[in-house]
């Protein structure tokens, strides 16, 4: 009965590690930085006002229960006024949420020191702050691009692209707090209106980010386009979309991976007790028991383990030209 029994371990242990190894990785890019935006000018004596933290702690207290909050902050110690804004890719939790606006808030004195406005946009949400009467710009003005390299899918790929740009012009402005995502053969696109802009207004604002995604990236397989209202991207997955779409499949590839890692916590735990039993157990020729070996080898070899479904965070420095 040993090696067979062995056997399973061993079967066990290849099947987790292929999964594991197969989930995408989750909540750590929500988090990168895809560009800052900073003013030239800064506060008096430059240190950030009080009213910047005051700010902060309102958009905080909202960030979990709503995907966009805009608001001031005034004293009247000051005669500084400021005002702010977080707006969370509609596809995220209310957690995932709260964790993003909280890590774009603490980045603004890191990235943009005592600047009187800053916008710092992360893959999962955009926070910003700014003093009253700070210079405002057009709501289709855009403020950054970046687009993939190499060619695309071949000949028909931005025949497929403008299939799925269509789509998502056509339903954008339909609720969900501006935020839509659709796919169209191998590709995925996705888009993201601030909070407060109506039906039309965002439609037109994604119409004006498609056309500049179109030119700026051509055909290249995948491009991001950020406006100072809305911005959009793609993907083209050459085999396939991964189950959820592109970037919005973050969720439940944290689920699986919570559900997995507890599986073989467990798993983890049953070999511990196969081993202990096989340290006083021998078979009649004096030679180990099977079992044991088993989970010699893959202790040892540092093969039983869980891949960590949150990597380290690594950042960008991708910076806008101030207002």
Known sequence: M???????LLLLHVAVVVVLRSLPVSS??????????????????????????ALSS??????????????????????????????????LSGSDCAACVSRAMSSWS???GASVAARVQLTGCLALYEISGFPQVSGTQMLFKTCGTGGGGGTDFEMRRDTAFAQMEASVGGGNGGFYATSYQQVYAMAQCEGDLSSGDCGQCVTQAVQHVEVECGGAPSGQVYLEKCYISYSYYPHGIPHGGGIGGQQTAKTVAIVLGGAVGLGFVVICLLF??????????GEWNTEGIVFFWLFFS?????????????????EVVAK
């Open 110 to 112: 890191e990235v943009c």
């Open 58 to 91: 309102s958009l905080s207290d909202q960030s979990a229960s709503a995907k966009f909050y805009k608001t001031s902050s005034s004293s009247s110690a000051s005669s500084t006024s400021v005002f702010g804004l977080f707006q969370c890719r509609g596809d």
């Open 276 to 285: 202990a039993r096989s340290l006083v157990k021998k078979k009649e020729g």
């Open 28 to 53: 750590a890019d929500l988090y990168a930085l895809v560009y800052k935006g900073c003013s030239n000018q800064s506060f008096p004596g430059g240190a950030v006002p009080p009213t910047v933290a």
């Open 2 to 8: 040993g090696i067979p029994r062995a056997l399973l």
């Open 302 to 318: 540092g093969h039983v383990g869980v891949r960590h479904a949150i990597p380290r965070d690594e950042r960008g420095e991708k």
